[in-house]
């Protein structure tokens, strides 16, 4: 037996912290910042996101999680496509501009995209971008959590990554080695 078949029934949502104590918790860990993109038969629309992660290497498998009141979880699903584009500290007014309300236009105006091998809009200059085709989707409280297969990696020569922390952004730069001798 399994810790999920001996795991007693969720409850109605009652049990653990309260929203507020749960949200100051996760403001407290440190999450990438990324625009996923998606085009298609849809439309073209893109939004800031921190709750990316990888779910397994074979095969290749990232999960997205969105609200489901955001303006692109429908385009999101109908296309079927996505890209996860990890942003770098310089790309920080994108991740702003792509987390409020201007047209979606205007937003993509704001930076130079190329289409990656599905056709969702590619970054460039991020970080890293994950081309991904939604493999399948679950829901959850408030988000749909979407399965997403990798088809393509592209990765920039840029070593420092944007996270957000604490209600902040923070640049984070790798180690600088010491050389033997």
């Not at 912290?17 to 998606?38: D, E, G, K, W, Y």
């Not at 385009?75 to 991740?95: I, M, W």
């Not at 792509?98 to 990656?116: D, K, L, T």
């Not at 920039?156 to 600088?176: D, M, W």
């Amino acid at each position: 037996m399994g810790i999920l078949d001996s795991a007693p029934p969720l409850g109605d949502g009652a049990e653990g912290p309260s929203q507020a104590v749960f949200r100051n918790a996760m403001s407290r860990l440190a999450a990438a910042v990324h625009i996923v993109t998606t085009d298609g038969p849809a439309g073209r629309f893109g939004f800031t996101a921190s709750a990316v992660c990888s779910v397994t290497d074979t095969p290749p498998t990232l999960l997205v999680c969105v609200n489901k009141k955001s303006s692109s979880l429908e385009a999101l699903t109908q296309n079927g496509v996505l890209c996860v584009n990890t942003l770098a500290p310089k790309q920080q007014a994108l991740s702003v501009l792509f987390g409020s309300g201007p047209p979606m236009e205007e937003r993509f105006r704001a930076a130079s995209w190329e289409a990656a091998p599905s056709g969702a809009p590619r970054l460039e200059g991020a970080l890293i971008s994950f081309d991904c085709r939604v493999a399948s989707v679950a829901e959850e409280g408030t988000h749909r959590i979407l399965f997403c297969r990798v088809l393509d990696v592209a990765e920039s020569p840029e070593a420092e990554a944007l996270v957000y922390f604490g209600r902040n952004y923070h640049e984070i730069r790798p180690p600088v080695l010491a050389s033997a001798g």
